[in-house]
């Protein structure tokens, strides 16, 4: 078997390698060991295995190959964030972003490292402040390759990653079956072993997926790219509204939450004289009340080639003490990663247009 039709290692479960290991005589023992040298001693070559039998080693690295992502440009920031642009073996493009905890106001820092990952290349669902969708959608990345990230972020920080979010370049529910084996990667004990609760899935509003989302087990967090309160303000800029509007969307919604356990966030961009009114603000308190919702206002990060803008610092604060005082737990970004292209798909996007 040549090295071209391997399998990535990185897109394997425990079952299916306990299966591969029992077809040769072996057990669930070794597909154990070698978990457990990839995702905790994190070897990088498949023969750096120590304590496996000659004859299970041999077989593993016959089939199974160990493929991470070539850095093909790294951005770090002021405020510490880190921004991947990570080279596929297409040679198309993908961005990973690492986010430490902010520093409280007496200096101290958690341990939080949170990693946004990247689900497809590209996106279809063409956001219209987005630079992810802008020349469309290529393809869904593999399992392997969503590990990947999580995987090369870690060797290159040398620190423990506590938390991910399906946030990144493309629609993470599209992907599903890629994301739902990922899902079991990454907070599995033989995987990851990141708690279920420190893993958030974003999505634009795939209503028929949520729904799908709510009965997995474990139960991940579910973020949702709001950006309107009703149907005017996101028709303007998502185009997924028009398949499933607002009251859809909200439907579904209260369904997760009625079968999980886990908050929902409703992420909204805020863009100057399109969704920042006050008025929008009430109105996206009462929506966020009607699911226990959490709200996080991100004021827009500039997309070259796109005519929105941010509005003021004092009118983001304005918007999001509205909500707030309307009973609504809230939060607002601020300019955290905002000097090195923070807005997901920018850097991919000026690279593949340089080729």
Request: hydrophobic content about 35%.
């Amino acid at each position: 078997m040549s090295a071209l039709t391997k399998t990535n290692l990185l897109g394997i479960t425990k079952d299916e390698l306990t299966e591969f290991f029992s077809s040769l005589g072996g057990s669930e023992y070794h597909a154990t060991k070698v978990l457990h040298a990839v995702y905790r001693l994190g070897i990088s070559e498949l023969d750096q295995i120590e304590g496996l039998h000659e004859r299970y080693l041999s077989a593993l690295c016959e089939h199974f190959t160990l493929s991470s992502l070539e850095v093909d440009q790294k951005q770090g920031s002021a405020d510490t964030t880190q921004k991947f642009l990570f080279r596929l073996d297409d040679g198309r493009y993908i961005e990973s972003v690492l986010i430490p905890a902010t520093p409280t106001e007496d200096g101290k820092r958690s341990e939080r490292m949170t990693v946004c990952v990247s689900s497809q290349v590209g996106c279809a669902y063409g956001c219209k402040f987005c630079a992810s969708g802008l020349d469309g959608f290529t393809r869904n990345l593999s399992t392997a390759e969503i590990i990947a990230q999580l995987l090369e972020i870690r060797r290159l920080s040398e620190k423990p990653i506590t938390n991910v979010v399906f946030m990144g370049m493309g629609e993470p529910l599209a992907n599903y079956k890629n994301l739902d084996k990922a899902l079991d990667i990454i907070t599995n004990h033989w995987g990851l072993g990141i708690g279920s609760r420190h893993v958030t899935v974003s999505t634009s509003g795939l209503v028929p997926m949520i729904r799908k989302l709510s009965q997995r087990k474990p139960q991940v967090s579910l973020a949702i790219s709001l950006h309107g309160p009703n149907d005017t303000i996101r028709d303007t800029i998502m185009p997924v509204n028009a398949k499933w509007n607002v009251e859809e969307l909200f439907d579904a919604l209260k369904e997760f939450r009625d079968s999980n356990n886990q908050r929902i966030t409703l992420e909204y961009i805020l863009i100057k004289d399109i969704n920042d009114s006050l008025d929008a603000a009430r109105e996206l308190a009462e929506r966020a009340k009607s699911i226990g919702g959490f709200v996080n206002i991100i004021p827009y990060n500039t997309v070259e080639g796109l005519q929105w803008e941010r509005p003021s610092t004092a009118h983001c604060h304005e918007f999001r003490n509205t909500v707030k005082e309307l009973g609504v737990m809230t939060t607002m970004r601020l300019e955290k990663g905002h000097d090195i292209d923070a807005a997901c798909g920018q850097l991919r996007l000026r690279k593949e247009r340089d080729l």
